[in-house]
């Protein structure tokens, strides 16, 4: 078998395919490369991330086959039961989140700069394939928060289907910033890849506001025309 490459030598998925030895525990924050972030245990056929949760890989034909079986058990529902799916999941995640960030960073998640605390919280998730992202703070006066999602796992499978795909990951932002400023919030996809634009563009506020932006975007009303239309309504940060 042969030896590990010697110090600061980049490792492929080869040289731990090959050579199976743990992951060096090493301490520092930016740990988001394929051979740092995942511990493979080879002989229990297990991958674990840094933070300790389970992951596996999944192709895009496992992807499509699970939307294909969910659309054929409950319909036209099946937006909702994902959007609902993504929603449990953030929730779940952004308790975990409590834990793993007060630990590495030794202050609390709610006394910590959003912007930095949001991208150290999807940071993970770009290791594990799921896009790329980018918080807009340009309606934050309007109280509404801005999420872009590049290379969306979902809408890149599905390919251009003419209509928002990504239920999971609005589920997800829903669920994860409800934790987070503890109060409910709700989301909506106002733009996808799957629509034929070049990158997927949520909107998280509280849920008469996103009801609206629903149907705004049934309407098929273009994200510039939302946009405008979010300056009255209410916001992620109200208190009332």
């Given at each position: 078998?042969?030896?590990?490459?010697?110090?600061?030598?980049?490792?492929?998925?080869?040289?731990?395919?090959?050579?199976?030895?743990?992951?060096?525990?090493?301490?520092?924050?930016?740990?988001?490369?394929?051979?740092?972030?995942?511990?493979?245990?080879?002989?229990?056929?297990?991958?674990?991330?840094?933070?300790?949760?389970?992951?596996?890989?999944?192709?895009?034909?496992?992807?499509?086959?699970?939307?294909?079986?969910?659309?054929?058990?409950?319909?036209?529902?099946?937006?909702?039961?994902?959007?609902?799916?993504?929603?449990?999941?953030?929730?779940?995640?952004?308790?975990?989140?409590?834990?793993?960030?007060?630990?590495?960073?030794?202050?609390?998640?709610?006394?910590?700069?959003?912007?930095?605390?949001?991208?150290?919280?999807?940071?993970?998730?770009?290791?594990?394939?799921?896009?790329?992202?980018?918080?807009?703070?340009?309606?934050?006066?309007?109280?509404?928060?801005?999420?872009?999602i590049f290379d969306s796992a979902i809408a890149?499978?599905l390919g251009v289907v003419g209509k928002p795909?990504?239920?999971?990951?609005?589920?997800?932002?829903?669920?994860?910033?409800?934790?987070?400023?503890?109060?409910?919030?709700?989301?909506?996809?106002?733009?996808?890849?799957?629509?034929?634009?070049?990158?997927?563009?949520?909107?998280?506020?509280?849920?008469?506001?996103?009801?609206?932006?629903?149907?705004?975007?049934?309407?098929?009303?273009?994200?510039?025309?939302?946009?405008?239309?979010?300056?009255?309504?209410?916001?992620?940060?109200?208190?009332?």
């Amino acid at each position: 078998m042969p030896g590990m490459p010697g110090k600061g030598t980049v490792l492929t998925t080869a040289d731990w395919l090959e050579n199976p030895t743990p992951t060096p525990v090493i301490q520092k924050h930016n740990h988001y490369d394929l051979t740092t972030f995942f511990r493979w245990d080879l002989a229990q056929g297990k991958v674990t991330d840094w933070n300790g949760a389970v992951n596996f890989f999944a192709s895009e034909d496992l992807i499509t086959g699970l939307l294909d079986g969910l659309t054929e058990e409950v319909g036209e529902a099946a937006p909702v039961v994902l959007y609902q799916i993504g929603r449990q999941w953030g929730t779940f995640d952004g308790q975990a989140f409590d834990q793993w960030f007060t630990a590495e960073f030794q202050r609390p998640v709610r006394q910590t700069n959003l912007l930095f605390l949001l991208e150290t919280w999807w940071w993970p998730f770009t290791a594990q394939g799921w896009g790329r992202w980018e918080v807009d703070l340009s309606l934050q006066k309007q109280n509404f928060l801005l999420v872009n999602i590049f290379d969306s796992a979902i809408a890149r499978t599905l390919g251009v289907v003419g209509k928002p795909v990504c239920h999971l990951y609005a589920g997800l932002f829903a669920g994860f910033l409800s934790h987070l400023v503890q109060r409910s919030l709700e989301c909506a996809e106002i733009q996808c890849y799957a629509m034929g634009a070049t990158y997927c563009r949520f909107v998280v506020g509280k849920a008469p506001a996103i009801q609206q932006v629903n149907g705004w975007v049934s309407q098929g009303l273009s994200v510039r025309d939302i946009e405008q239309k979010l300056a009255g309504g209410q916001g992620v940060w109200a208190t009332t």
